[in-house]
């Protein structure tokens, strides 16, 4: 069973960085896509980016150009490089990954937020 373990959050200025880091403690073998959501306060979760193990990517539109996404399969690690923030971007950040047996997991999340 995969158990997800998010670290990277904070607070920062907008125009600066962060980097998020997400990991399966439990090193499962039959994880395929990984990927990050958010929720902001009284909004509903949304995706930020996914990517496959064969590393195909896929960005929310409001994230392109901004926001990278990568990962690690052997380490069972995905990673989002989060840049030119914008107060807009303050959420909790929730990591994501389904198997190859159809199932789903997330992450306990952790807080960005961008001060303007």
């Known amino acids: 069973q995969v158990q997800l373990v998010e670290s990277g959050g904070g607070l920062v200025q907008a125009g600066g960085s962060l980097r998020l880091s997400c990991a399966d403690s439990?090193?499962?073998?039959?994880?395929?896509?990984m990927g990050w959501y958010r929720q902001a306060p009284g909004k509903q979760r949304e995706l930020v980016a996914t990517i496959t193990t064969g590393g195909n990517t896929n960005y929310a539109d409001s994230v392109k150009g901004r926001f990278t996404i990568s990962r690690d399969n052997a380490k069972k690690t995905v990673y989002l490089q989060l840049n030119s923030l914008k107060p807009e971007d303050t959420a909790v950040y929730y990591c994501y990954a389904d198997t190859f047996w159809g199932n789903a997991y997330w992450g306990q999340g952790t807080q960005v937020t961008v001060s303007s």
């Open positions: 439990r090193n499962s073998f039959n994880i395929n896509v």
